[in-house]
């Protein structure tokens, strides 16, 4: 099975986020950018497949500017995967997720993939796009917000769950489709020394931007905002149990006003 | 941006979706109440459609068929980006759910739509849509321009008022299903062999949330994280260290990797506040936190603390909600 996972280098998540000077996105200066969330998650998944599945290939791709990219790509590479693909975009182009999209298919449509593998949603624009406009592109079903994945090779199936609204869903489905994970595993694999070192030299395949892609999104970032910082908790002075749960529910029903 | 605004309808227990109502209220303020019609696609969702006017909706496309149930969701892109363009319609607003965003992100590409997901604020410009969404775990929040001809927007949950219900039915026009690819549906669901629906209201979509810590220290006291939010009709969260230590499940975790939640009133209980939890829950908008360690962070994001024993303010604040509510 050749197994494509799509992922997207993004801010520490220890960032102190702050507006850039344009006012429309947040200032990158001095972020460290890396490989987390769901992304990690479904690197982990593909290389448990992988080793689940004799013969499976694993190969990452990345839309987005340097050096951020190249970063998460190796980064990738020191934990397992086979190849890496790079499409190299300016960052405000990048930042549109139906133009990474766009970017990314032409990727992957140009090298074998049975699955490909997305988070659920990047952590800093949470916009949950890429893996159904992949879908659309590459013209193969999606599925969302899955849990648990499994290859069953006798029935040549995908088993997996779904967690919707509604509840779970069991499913079974064909290749070729793109899956976006719902799963984070919270200890995923950490690479090995040897592996980082190694990584350093790996090749990692450019393939260029669509010259005919437009040069900006239809949906483009005006204003960040931070919210206001909250000024710390005011703490409830008591004597007793009893009294610190009587103020509390009085403070929740008559100054917060959430009491049920 | 001036013609109807298509709502595409999403069922729950056999009536539109909250989710759904929700939307139809962004619809109407947007473009008028007499410029906002419906979609629902299913195998037995006449009803459904017809429901559209109980929400002032007063005409609806529905898109029935057997075939329907189980479809991947290529084909009910397929099927609204067809209404939207039988009705004339520009923009399509559907609820902030799952089935809403994979709606919205197959429309970026198959209606040329441009999109934005998890929206809280919604306004129409000379041209353009502006629409503001919570970003990096709602620790902050941006502004973003829609242009071109089509937009396509999935809501956030619990972000808009819903109409109120009154009598009415929408009159429906068929969607015809032969335009549909036919290799679509041979991309169907093979198998639905479970759904079940967990007791309680779910994480993301519950008014209050208690969730517990590392502070709770077992799998067996943390019945008293359950029973302070069974009396408060709470969803029941945890950190990253209950989940890891396998006290409750996976799908229990508020978190970066967990779930985001933003409900009126988060309770932090033996929760000392790691980034990795906050960034979950700090758009809540009132937070609660008791713990025994005064300095732990998660008082610095609180609105109000309690520093003490969880062992005995637990319980004592369970049995004071269940007196002033009267259970």
Redesign the interface.
């Known amino acids: 099975m050749e197994i494509v996972v799509c992922v997207k280098a993004v801010?520490d998540?220890?960032t102190r986020?702050r507006a850039a000077n344009d006012g429309g996105?947040?200032d990158i200066e001095g972020v460290k950018f890396v490989l987390t969330?769901?992304d990690e998650?479904a690197v982990e998944q593909a290389l448990l497949l992988k080793e689940a599945t004799p013969g499976t290939k694993v190969h990452v791709v990345s839309a987005g500017p340097p050096p951020r990219t190249e970063e998460v790509l190796r980064a990738s590479l020191a934990l397992g995967c086979d190849s890496a693909t790079w499409v190299e975009m300016p960052a405000g182009v990048a930042a549109d997720?139906?133009l990474a999209?766009r970017a990314l298919a032409r990727a992957v449509a140009a090298m074998p993939h049975d699955l490909v593998l997305c988070g659920k949603n990047a952590?800093?624009?949470?916009?949950?796009?890429?893996?159904?406009?992949l879908?659309?592109?590459l013209?193969?079903?999606?599925?969302?917000?899955v849990l648990d994945l499994r290859w069953d090779a006798g029935a040549s199936?995908l088993k997996f769950q779904?967690?919707?609204?509604?509840?779970?869903?069991?499913?079974?489905?064909?290749l070729p489709?793109v899956v976006a994970l719902q799963?984070?595993?919270?200890?995923p694999r950490t690479a090995k020394l040897p592996m980082i070192l190694k990584s350093r030299k790996l090749p990692i395949s450019k393939v260029a931007a669509d010259p005919a892609a437009p040069a900006a999104?239809?949906?483009?970032?005006?204003?960040?905002?931070?919210?206001p910082a909250?000024t710390?908790?005011?703490?409830?002075e008591?004597k007793t149990?009893?009294e610190?749960?009587?103020k509390?529910?009085k403070?929740?029903?008559e100054e917060?006003k959430?009491?049920? | 941006m001036t013609g109807p605004t298509l709502v595409v309808g999403e069922a729950e227990d056999g009536h539109l979706s909250d989710a759904t109502k929700e939307a139809v209220g962004v619809a109407q303020s947007l473009s008028g109440k007499e410029n906002v019609v419906g979609f629902v696609a299913g195998s037995a969702s006449r009803a459904i459609a017809v429901g559209f006017g109980r929400v002032g909706v007063a005409r609806a496309y529905l898109a029935e068929d057997p075939r329907l149930e189980g479809a991947v969701g290529a084909v009910v892109a397929h099927l609204v980006a067809q209404a939207a363009d039988a009705a004339g319609a520009e923009l399509v607003i559907v609820g902030g759910s799952t089935f809403g965003r994979d709606l919205v992100a197959r429309l970026s590409v198959r209606w040329n739509a441009s999109v934005a997901t998890g929206v809280t604020a919604l306004s129409r410009h000379d041209g353009f849509l502006e629409v503001r969404r919570p970003v990096f775990a709602g620790r902050a929040t941006e502004t973003r321009k829609l242009d071109g001809a089509h937009a396509a927007v999935a809501l956030r949950p619990h972000a808009f008022p819903a109409p109120a219900d009154a009598a009415g039915e929408a009159a429906l026009t068929p969607v015809p299903l032969d335009t549909v690819p036919p290799a679509l549906w041979n991309a169907k669901r093979l198998g639905l062999t479970a759904t079940v629906r967990g007791a309680g209201p779910s994480l993301t979509e519950a008014t209050i949330v208690v969730s517990g810590g590392r502070g709770v220290r077992s799998a067996e006291n943390f019945h008293l994280i359950e029973e302070l939010a069974s009396s408060l009709d709470a969803a029941v969260g945890a950190s990253r260290a209950v989940t890891d230590a396998g006290w409750r499940p996976d799908s229990y975790q508020v978190g970066q990797t967990g779930k985001a939640v933003s409900p009126q009133l988060y309770v932090a209980v033996g929760i000392s506040g790691a980034i990795q939890h906050l960034a979950g829950m700090v758009s809540s908008r009132v937070i609660v936190a008791i713990n025994t360690d005064a300095s732990a962070p998660i008082f610095k994001v609180a609105d109000y603390g309690v520093v003490g024993d969880l062992f005995q303010i637990v319980p004592a604040l369970t049995q004071e909600v269940r007196r002033v509510r009267g259970r």
């Open positions: 801010p998540a220890e986020l996105t947040f969330g769901y998650s997720p139906v999209a952590l800093d624009d949470e916009a949950g796009v890429v893996a159904g406009a879908a659309e592109l013209g193969v079903p999606d599925f969302s917000s199936r779904r967690a919707t609204e509604a509840g779970t869903e069991t499913w079974e489905a064909p489709c799963r984070a595993w919270n200890d999104g239809t949906s483009r970032p005006l204003k960040f905002e931070l919210p909250r710390g908790a005011k703490i409830l008591f149990p009893d610190a749960a009587q509390l529910v403070i929740l029903k917060a959430v009491f049920p």
